[in-house]
């Protein structure tokens, strides 16, 4: 628990708290200067802070209290409405969250309110709203590589723009040469336009960085198949059937997976 040696008032809780707020795995001392400050007097930050915290260890009806307690002091608090926004999107209320993450981005516009209620738009199937989502919250900061990537998985799969799609991409990996799921969709779209040479560079860059994707696996395997690389090809089939996904499993399993065994 973090030292209140010289705190004494709610505003010096309330200090300490603000220091560790967002800092991962200090959720618990966060939770215990927020009560000790709302104690002796109540306040929005006081109620964002444990709310927030309360929703790291998966306390939603809490957070979710705290959250509209601290929106009843401060109707201005756009963390607060944008927390619940994250809450009603992870118990899947796609609609609550919307309305949430609307809130907070008519009291604050930014990038990351954008960007996450493009999600739950698409979620419900609101692919102009989400895209416009997206496209907004790059216009706000050109250096953000989510909504990039996400942009772009909407411009190849729903608009058949596959070369902006890959544009978006390029532009994401060039913030973020780590995103691997930003190189695994490129992949997928160099081998949409039958460009495999890419797709496969694509897929092993993001088989360099994260080596639990199964999917990126099978779909190099079946590159690999078409390069006319079999050894190669079969090597990443079976280790995509031995990964847990249940998919590819039954796939390689059946009658699909009989020339790969």
Not at 88 to 109: M, T, V
Not at 150 to 156: D, F, S, Y
Not at 183 to 203: P, Q
Request: glycine share 8%.
């Amino acid at each position: 628990v973090a030292s209140n040696a010289k705190a004494t008032s709610a505003d010096d809780y309330l200090a300490q708290a603000k220091i560790l707020f967002g800092v991962k795995g200090r959720e618990k001392e966060i939770i215990y200067l927020a009560n000790q400050s709302l104690a002796k007097k109540e306040s929005s930050k006081g109620y964002l802070y444990r709310g927030s915290a309360k929703y790291t260890y998966g306390n939603y009806q809490g957070a979710i209290s705290d959250l509209n307690k601290a929106i009843l002091i401060d109707p201005q608090d756009h963390n607060s409405y944008y927390n619940l926004g994250v809450i009603r999107h992870k118990l899947k209320d796609y609609q609550g969250a919307i309305s949430y993450f609307s809130n907070a981005i008519e009291i604050y516009p930014n990038a990351i309110a954008y960007s996450e209620r493009g999600v739950s738009k698409e979620v419900i199937g609101n692919i102009e709203g989400a895209f416009s989502d997206y496209s907004k919250a790059i216009e706000i900061n050109p250096r953000f590589a989510f909504a990039l990537h996400n942009r772009a998985l909407i411009k190849g799969r729903q608009y058949g723009d596959l070369q902006g799609a890959i544009d978006d991409l390029n532009n994401a990996l060039d913030i973020d040469p780590q995103y691997a799921v930003a190189y695994s969709n490129r992949g997928n779209f160099w081998r949409d336009l039958n460009d495999n040479k890419r797709a496969l560079s694509d897929y092993t860059k993001a088989l360099e960085i994260d080596q639990n994707d199964a999917i990126t696996y099978y779909n190099r395997g079946f590159v690999n198949y078409d390069l006319g690389n079999r050894k190669y090809a079969c090597s990443d089939i079976k280790k995509a059937a031995s990964m847990g996904n249940q998919q590819i499993s039954q796939w390689y399993n059946g009658n699909g997976g009989e020339w790969w065994r």
